[in-house]
């Protein structure tokens, strides 16, 4: 199967001898074998954690301003949980990443979209969702750099910032792909332009270091993070903590976001380069410049739907962009993750899916 579908990290990002080598010591230290008392995670956790998000950000973290989560999407069900009642509005990117609005829709919410354009969250729809909603619109849910799935990197995020303070909502930041950049860097973080705790970042080290060690975080206020943690379940595994924790302290961790960096780069070249190569003059997409997706859009009259059978015929997967839509608009668009598979691959898996898109145009003309 050609799976230009699935948003996975390359395992072979995973640094496996100095993981094993760091579970080991772990291990033989005696740390990462008890349940976790601290729901926001151990002191000496959060030290290096908050050490590395305040490298990443540019600006001071302490360790008071850190919960640590399994992953990203387990900070964003606590955040929701957290700042919002039952039959408030939360509002999220049209499109946007595919699994949120499920695991958002758990607070009992009701979910709402608002358009993007080039620079980001359209500003002016989203005043209007503010007049419509009033004080029921509680949070948006946006990611802004190298946005998943269409890879737009927000512009406009002092003016985002400075409309949620004035309209009182939280904006949970979804830092996932933010370091993630293959030549100039995007804006600083969402979080940096807050000052009034409008603004909450969640971010993962699982497309950075391990898939599997499920370890992200929440970045917010002191005594923001002290109401959160009255929404969290468990304090996760020690181990992985502890084992993240170690790897941050090692010093290898900025050389292992690089990593990720030259071999996501390399996998986006692949793909683009294969795209200019095979795919028809009709089909319109941009290279993101970071992050994993490629977004691209079939003209008008012909649908997603029509192409799925012809891809699948060809062993090609990739995911239909109705899925990212609260509403869809319409079945013109296809995400395509250039992140987990060989460049070999790649290069046939677009050229199988070019072949059935040609065939998928002749078949309405």
């Known amino acids: 199967m050609y799976d230009l579908k699935t948003g996975y990290p390359d395992i072979n990002l995973?640094?496996?001898?100095?993981?094993?080598?760091?579970?080991?010591?772990?291990?033989?230290?005696?740390?990462?074998?008890?349940?976790?008392?601290?729901?926001?995670?151990?002191?000496?956790?959060?030290?290096?954690?908050?050490?590395?998000?305040?490298?990443?950000?540019?600006?001071?973290?302490?360790?008071?301003?850190?919960?640590?989560?399994?992953?990203?999407?387990?900070?964003?069900?606590?955040?929701?949980?957290?700042?919002?009642?039952?039959?408030?509005?939360v509002v999220v990117e049209d499109p946007t990443f595919y699994f949120v609005a499920q695991v958002i829709r758990m607070s009992h919410v009701e979910v709402v979209s608002v358009p993007l354009n080039s620079d980001g969250i359209d500003l002016d729809a989203m005043a209007a969702l503010c007049d419509r909603y009033g004080e029921r619109l509680k949070v948006v849910y946006a990611i802004p750099s190298f946005q998943n799935p269409t890879g737009i990197t927000a512009t406009n995020r002092a003016a985002l910032v400075e409309l949620a303070q004035k309209r009182n909502f939280t904006v949970i930041e979804d830092s996932t792909y933010q370091l993630l950049y293959f030549d100039a860097p995007p804006p600083p973080y969402l979080k940096t332009y807050d000052q009034s705790g409008h603004v909450v970042n969640v971010g993962s080290m699982s497309k950075i270091i391990m898939p599997s060690l499920r370890s992200g975080w929440i970045w917010a206020t002191a005594d923001q993070i002290t109401e959160f943690k009255k929404f969290k379940d468990d304090a996760g595994s020690t181990?992985?903590?502890?084992?993240?924790?170690?790897?941050?302290?090692?010093?290898?961790?900025?050389?292992?976001?690089?990593?990720?960096?030259?071999?996501?780069?390399?996998?986006?070249?692949?793909?683009?380069?294969?795209?200019?190569?095979?795919?028809?003059?009709?089909?319109?997409?941009?290279?993101?410049?970071?992050?994993?997706?490629?977004?691209?859009?079939?003209?008008?009259?012909?649908?997603?739907?029509?192409?799925?059978?012809?891809?699948?015929?060809?062993?090609?997967?990739?995911?239909?962009?109705?899925?990212?839509?609260?509403?869809?608009?319409?079945?013109?668009?296809?995400?395509?993750?250039?992140?987990?598979m060989e460049d070999a691959v790649l290069v046939e898996g677009i050229a199988r899916l070019s072949d059935a898109l040609n065939e998928a145009r002749k078949q309405i003309e």
């Open 14 to 89: 995973v640094p496996r001898q100095r993981i094993s080598e760091i579970t080991a010591e772990v291990l033989r230290s005696g740390r990462g074998w008890q349940y976790g008392g601290d729901l926001q995670g151990t002191l000496a956790t959060r030290e290096p954690l908050a050490q590395f998000i305040s490298a990443a950000s540019g600006v001071p973290v302490i360790p008071d301003e850190v919960m640590i989560t399994g992953g990203a999407l387990t900070a964003i069900d606590i955040l929701c949980r957290s700042l919002t009642q039952p039959g408030d509005v």
């Open 239 to 340: 181990l992985t903590a502890e084992i993240v924790a170690d790897f941050i302290r090692s010093g290898e961790i900025m050389g292992q976001v690089e990593h990720a960096r030259q071999l996501y780069a390399s996998r986006h070249n692949t793909m683009v380069a294969a795209l200019d190569r095979y795919a028809p003059d009709w089909l319109d997409w941009s290279a993101p410049g970071g992050g994993f997706f490629v977004w691209a859009t079939l003209p008008q009259g012909l649908t997603v739907a029509q192409v799925e059978p012809l891809a699948a015929a060809r062993d090609v997967a990739f995911m239909a962009g109705r899925n990212c839509y609260i509403n869809p608009p319409d079945d013109r668009h296809l995400r395509l993750c250039f992140a987990k």
